[in-house]
C-alpha cells in the first residue's frame, strides 16, 4: 500500500515546498526555479521507488519504467491542484503565460480532461506495478 500512496504524498510535499520557494522568491533566475522543482521531483522519486522496491534484489529496467509512469501520473494529478490551493487559486487554474513545454501542451485541453487522463494513466500503471511486485520480483 505504501508503494501507492507514497507518489501522492510526494506530489503534495513537491507541491508544498514549491510554495515555500514561490513565496521566499527563491531561484527566480532564468529558469533556476523549474531546475529546483524538477531536482526536488527526482529526489522524491528515489526514495518512493526506494521505499517501494527497497526489499527486492532483482529491481528491472521495465519495473522502474512502470513506476516512473506512475509516480508522474500521480504528480500529474495531484501537484498542480495542491499548489492551486495553497496559493489561493481556483482549483482549475492554469498560467497563460507559462514556459514550461508540458504546461504549454497540457493547457490545450481542459484542466479537469488532464487529470482524468492522469488518473487513468496512474490507474494502469498502478495495477502493473502492484502486478510486478506480486509476480515477477
Avoid at 532564468?30 to 529526489?43: D, E, P, Q
Wanted: with cysteine.
Amino acid at each position: 500500500m505504501l508503494t501507492i500512496i507514497a507518489p501522492i504524498a510526494s506530489a503534495i510535499l513537491c507541491a508544498i515546498i514549491e510554495f515555500i520557494r514561490i513565496e521566499l522568491s527563491f531561484g527566480k533566475v532564468s529558469n533556476v526555479n523549474k531546475l529546483w522543482s524538477i531536482t526536488i521531483g527526482i529526489l522524491f522519486f528515489m526514495v518512493c521507488l526506494s521505499v517501494s522496491v527497497g526489499y527486492y534484489d532483482d529491481l528491472l529496467p521495465h519495473h522502474v519504467l512502470v513506476y516512473s509512469i506512475y509516480f508522474a501520473a500521480c504528480r500529474g494529478m495531484f501537484y498542480d491542484v495542491m499548489l492551486n490551493i495553497l496559493r489561493g487559486l481556483e482549483l482549475d487554474y492554469k498560467s497563460g503565460t507559462t514556459n514550461s513545454r508540458i504546461d504549454q501542451f497540457t493547457n490545450k485541453y481542459s484542466f479537469w480532461m488532464t487529470k482524468a487522463i492522469y488518473l487513468i494513466i496512474a490507474l494502469i500503471t498502478g495495477y502493473i506495478w502492484q502486478r510486478l511486485l506480486l509476480y515477477s520480483i
